[in-house]
């Protein structure tokens, strides 16, 4: 049998393709061995057809099997986004400009936050849209964003504006912008914290320093009850917070695009470190020539806080929050979004500027106890955590009730610790007072007159025994009690190493007590403790 007459029949070259090397030899063990050469040459020829034709049909198939994957994605997707589709639909944000690109449509960036106190900035290229008072013209160095909502329980942006405040130093004053959002419709929270602005901040608002703004209506919100989707397995409440959260953000840049050179982002319940403004022009000056140009820098290492961008990227970062609102916590979204601008790894100042500084969470029910170890100033960070032991301990001894009364004191009261916290076994923490001066006191006032058997006062700090009252006396009331002062009041008794002691040999009636400082105090003052015994 001849190979060429092998080699005619088509059977012969699918089974070439399809039968391994041993299993055709096998099939052609009858012919000529005058052949064999030959058929091992054409099977060895032969064998180059199969491999590539194998392969071929291979990458087919797996491209088949992605092109159908996809598809069944994008069928998915579509039929899943029908609910977020009614979200997204009451966006009006105009499409995204590139990086480094002048945003020419200024208006319609902002548009979805209104100025409620303070001065805005107008800049050489803005039309002046209104006849208001504006800040000087051209543009500052540093806005700094805060968008608060709020907590249950507390609040921490008072302790956060005051920190800003007191570390901005007068020089930086009119290039730095401070923006306050308050990203809620609550009606109560805005009213109180607008009060709280307008009695501690007057000057910074009317100077241009701070800036207040809130929602432009209800309609900035989408029904966030229309949320179906979960991702990274959080329940819808928590889809529904960090949502809201990301169109927060979204709208407070989108304000800010055109108020300074650079911005940067903090949460309400944050401390600032010392001279962080002078820090962050280091930091930009440092990295001036970094190949890429950076997109993002980090001054602190916990999630969305001491982030800084420049400013003509506001507005592209405010639609990319917008348009993928739903699939992520902004952090994360951040974190992409720094990978697309070529910018792999995050860049973070040495030490960070800002502090944690809140336990409980804008999110209800959550507790976060963190604490940034890179903090600037570690004494600064221990002194607040200390406070806040301090603020929330209990270190009362007796647990009766004292009697109902008013209390009233001359002496300046230091942060929260005010003086029911000494008076009511109720309360936590204890009163705290600055620098006592001579004949400053601490009034108590019964409701109705009381029969006093014992008097029980300890002062200065229950652990460290410091801000004690050495020279101090108390006294009491049997009469009528005038408005103020000590005046009419009866010696009882002095306090001897920070302590009074009295037990009344039997009852005597009293309308009051009053503890009265005798001579000036270099330190400050602790009261841990009063108990009256009747």
């Not at 960070?381 to 007796?398: A, M, P, R």
């Not at 006191?441 to 004690?468: C, M, Q, S, W």
Request: charged share 20%; aromatic share 10%; hydrophobic share 40%.
């Amino acid at each position: 049998m001849d190979f060429n007459d092998i080699l005619k029949y088509n059977d012969i070259k699918c089974f070439v393709y399809n039968t391994p090397m041993e299993r055709l030899y096998k099939r052609f063990d009858s012919v000529d061995k005058s052949y064999s050469n030959r058929l091992r040459l054409g099977v060895k020829a032969t064998m180059r057809k199969p491999f590539f034709i194998r392969r071929f049909w291979k990458i087919s198939l797996s491209t088949l099997a992605v092109v159908f994957v996809v598809h069944a994605i994008r069928v998915l997707v579509y039929t899943q986004n029908q609910d977020t589709q009614k979200i997204l639909n009451w966006s009006i944000l105009p499409p995204s400009t590139s990086m480094g690109l002048k945003n020419q449509s200024h208006s319609s960036c902002n548009e979805h936050i209104v100025l409620v106190r303070g001065l805005p900035r107008i800049t050489k290229d803005m039309p002046r849209t209104t006849s208001k008072p504006t800040r000087n013209i051209g543009l500052g160095f540093l806005t700094i964003g805060i968008s608060t909502v709020p907590r249950v329980g507390t609040s921490y942006i008072e302790k956060t504006l005051a920190s800003l405040h007191e570390n901005i130093v007068s020089s930086e004053i009119s290039t730095t912008t401070i923006v306050l959002f308050i990203a809620s419709l609550n009606e109560a929270f805005v009213t109180q914290t607008l009060k709280h602005i307008d009695e501690k901040y007057s000057p910074s608002v009317e100077s241009g320093l701070l800036q207040v703004v809130q929602p432009s209506s209800s309609q900035m919100y989408p029904n966030f009850g229309l949320i179906k989707k979960r991702t990274f397995n959080d329940s819808l409440e928590r889809v529904e917070w960090r949502t809201k959260q990301n169109l927060d953000y979204a709208y407070l840049f989108a304000y800010c695009e055109s108020l300074s050179e650079y911005f940067i982002q903090i949460e309400d319940d944050v401390i600032t470190a010392s001279n962080f403004i002078q820090e962050i022009r280091n930091a930009i000056i440092r990295l001036e020539n970094s190949k890429p140009p950076w997109f993002e820098i980090s001054f602190s290492s916990l999630g969305f806080i001491g982030k800084l961008f420049r400013s003509p990227d506001l507005c592209m970062l405010s639609k990319y929050l917008i348009l993928f609102q739903l699939q992520k916590p902004c952090d994360l979204l951040m974190n992409d979004l720094r990978n697309i601008m070529l910018q792999p790894q995050e860049i973070r100042n040495e030490k960070s500027l800002f502090q944690h500084m809140g336990v409980v969470s804008s999110l209800p029910g959550k507790i976060q106890k963190l604490v940034d170890t890179a903090f600037k100033d570690k004494q600064a960070t221990f002194l607040s955590q200390q406070l806040q032991k301090d603020l929330n301990g209990q270190f009362k001894i007796f647990n009766t009730s004292n009697p109902a009364a008013n209390l009233d004191t001359s002496l300046e009261t230091f942060d929260a610790f005010n003086a029911e916290r000494a008076y009511l076994n109720t309360m936590f923490g204890f009163f705290w007072a600055k620098t006592p001066k001579k004949n400053d006191f601490f009034r108590i006032v019964f409701l109705k007159p009381v029969g006093l058997k014992r008097i029980n006062i300890k002062t200065g700090h229950p652990t460290t025994k410091l801000d004690a009252l050495t020279d101090g006396e108390v006294r009491t009331n049997n009469g009528s009690i005038a408005q103020g002062g000590c005046g009419d009041f009866s010696t009882v008794g002095a306090f001897k190493n920070g302590h009074f002691v009295y037990d009344f040999p039997e009852p005597v009636i009293s309308n009051g007590i009053c503890i009265v400082v005798t001579q000036q105090m270099k330190t400050w003052l602790i009261v841990s403790e009063i108990h009256i015994a009747e």
